[in-house]
Each structure stands twice: as structure tokens, then as C-alpha cells.
């Protein structure tokens, strides 16, 4: 009985149906939630008593590079059950967090440079934490490099998902980067044992965001997975029963 | 309001950044939707093929 949701989540039919029943509920969820902690991160929080006004970056910077993160392991994950258990629908939902990762990878090294010249005076330094989310963003390129240059489907699934488990080492490298090194990048505020060191007023808006970036994650994911499973499965039944 | 948009000074880098972060959630939902309607004419297509 446990197991019949594990059996289920391999058959493409059934995960197809259940991303197109579930996708605008996540959306307007994720939408929604956003809206709110925008307003209340950008109007209703009161400024730092240091950052003054620039303390406002940590409502994109904080979720983008969070979801940078949590892509990653995502990807990592179904890439290992892929390679366990065989199963193509994880391999599909690896390749589909792929383009999504890099992309907030991006978002957060941008939106990171963009603080760090008003408080450090630079655009760019080479500290451990900003380093090593620079190679997060090189493993990503490496993995959708890898997949793009090998024809054989199931080649190009073994070979990239070995590539992400090997580089999920490299997560917590991110996360920890600011305990181990001496770094210029300041330590956790939420995401830490014990109370958060932030206000509440500060702090609603910023968990919410969160919130919302993990469920449009959700939504992104599940329609980049239809988009897999579709070019994956060649002739099935129900390819033509959902595209009719 | 002008107050608002220059935000004590550090207008000039937040709102980029908030412009970059943003942008990028829409970018990704609507490269996702693109892919999903690609994937789904290719499809069609192959029924056609092989009917």
C-alpha cells in the first residue's frame, strides 16, 4: 500500500495528469504570495538600523540564491533515483530542473553583485561563498552541456545524472562557505539554529517569499516536465489521448 | 512617491536587482510555457507520421 504512490510517480500517464491538474493551483499560489511579501518587504518593513534602505536586496537576493540551492539538490535527487531505480519519469524531472536552476543561479550572482557594491565596494570578489556559487552555475551549464552533446537518450540520462550526484557536494560547500572561511559574505539570518537574528516586521515578508518561490518552483518544474515526458515517450497511447 | 523610488539613496542598485530577480521568474515561466507548446506540436506531428 506504501508503495503504490512510489509506482505511481513512475508512470508517465499519471505524473502528466497530475502536473496539469496541480500547475495554476501552484502558480496562483506562488503569484499570490508574492504580491504580499513584495509589498510587505518593500513598504511595510522598516529600514535597517545599518543597511538602511539596501537591506530591501535580501527579498530577491536571499529566495533567488535559496532556490539556486534547492534546484540543485531537486535535480540531484531525481538524478539518483533515476540511476537507482531506473526510472525515466525522474530523469525527466532532473532534465527539467536544469534550465531553471541556471537561470536563478544567475539571478542571485547578479542580484548579490548588485549589493555588494553599495556595502563592500565591489562588484566582485573572490570569496569562498560567491566562488563557489559561480561553479554551481558552471555544474549546471556542465550538466545541460553533457545532455545536449550525447544523441542516445539513455546515455545522455546515466552520464548527466552521474554529474549532478557528484556535484551536490557542492551545496553544502555553499551553504556552510560563510562558518568555515573568513568571508566577506554575511552568515545566515534565517536559516540557522536558534531564533532568526531579524526583526519580525522584516522577517514575514522574507519567509513568505520563500514560500512563493518554492511554489512557482513547483509550478515551473511541472510544466517543463510535461514538456519531457512528451518528447520522451514516443507513440504511447496517451500521448494522443492528452493532445486530443 | 520619489522618495519611495530612491530608497535612501540605494535606489540605483535595488531596483535592478529587483528587476533582474523578477525578471527572471517571468523569463522561466515563460521559456517553460514555450517549451511545453514545442514539445506539444512535435508530438502532433509524430501522431500524423505514424497514425
Same mark, same amino acid.
Given at each position: ?30 503569484? $499570490?504570495?508574492? &504580491?504580499?511579501?513584495? !509589498?510587505? %518587504? #518593500?513598504?511595510?518593513?522598516? *529600514? =535597517?538600523?545599518?543597511?538602511? @534602505? ?13 532556490l ?23 530523469h ?39 566562488t563557489?556559487?559561480l561553479? $554551481?552555475?558552471? &555544474?549546471?551549464?556542465? !550538466?545541460? %552541456? #553533457?545532455?545536449?552533446?550525447? *544523441? =542516445?537518450?539513455?546515455?545522455? @540520462? ?59 518552483f ?24 492528452? &493532445?486530443? | ?32 510555457v ?18
Open positions: 500500500m506504501a508503495w503504490t504512490w512510489f509506482h505511481r510517480l513512475g508512470s508517465p500517464p499519471h505524473v502528466y495528469a497530475f502536473a496539469r491538474r496541480w500547475t495554476p493551483w501552484f502558480g496562483g499560489a506562488a503569484l $499570490l504570495s508574492m &504580491l504580499i511579501a513584495l !509589498y510587505g %518587504g #518593500l513598504v511595510l518593513a522598516p *529600514e =535597517d538600523y545599518q543597511q538602511k @534602505d539596501a537591506f530591501r536586496m535580501v527579498y530577491v537576493h536571499a529566495p533567488a540564491a535559496w539556486s540551492l534547492m534546484v540543485y539538490t531537486t535535480m540531484a535527487v531525481a538524478a539518483a533515483v533515476g540511476l537507482i531505480w531506473r526510472m525515466k519519469v525522474a525527466a524531472a532532473a532534465a527539467a530542473c536544469a534550465p531553471v536552476g541556471a537561470w536563478f543561479t544567475v539571478a542571485a550572482l547578479g542580484t548579490g553583485m548588485l549589493w555588494g557594491k553599495p556595502m563592500w565596494g565591489a562588484y566582485w570578489v573572490w570569496d569562498p561563498r560567491l563557489a556559487e561553479v $554551481l552555475l558552471f &555544474l549546471y551549464f556542465g !550538466y545541460m %552541456g #553533457l545532455r545536449a552533446g550525447i *544523441e =542516445d537518450p539513455v546515455k545522455a @540520462d546515466k552520464a548527466s545524472a552521474v554529474l549532478a550526484v557528484v556535484g551536490v557536494v557542492n551545496v553544502p560547500i555553499i551553504k556552510y562557505s560563510v562558518e568555515w572561511w573568513n568571508s566577506l559574505h554575511q552568515t545566515p539570518t534565517v536559516m540557522k539554529m536558534g531564533k532568526p537574528a531579524m526583526d519580525g516586521a522584516m522577517l514575514w515578508p522574507l519567509l513568505l517569499m520563500f514560500v512563493a518561490f518554492a511554489l512557482y513547483a509550478a515551473v518544474l511541472l510544466i517543463r516536465l510535461r514538456a519531457e515526458l512528451l518528447r520522451r515517450e514516443r507513440n504511447a497511447s496517451w500521448i494522443r489521448e492528452v &493532445l486530443t | 512617491m520619489s522618495e519611495f523610488l530612491s530608497m535612501g539613496g540605494y535606489g540605483r542598485y535595488l531596483w535592478p536587482a529587483f528587476a533582474l530577480g523578477f525578471g527572471v521568474v517571468v523569463l522561466n515561466f515563460v521559456l517553460a514555450k517549451s511545453l507548446r514545442n514539445a506539444k506540436e512535435e508530438a502532433r506531428r509524430r501522431l500524423e507520421m505514424n497514425p
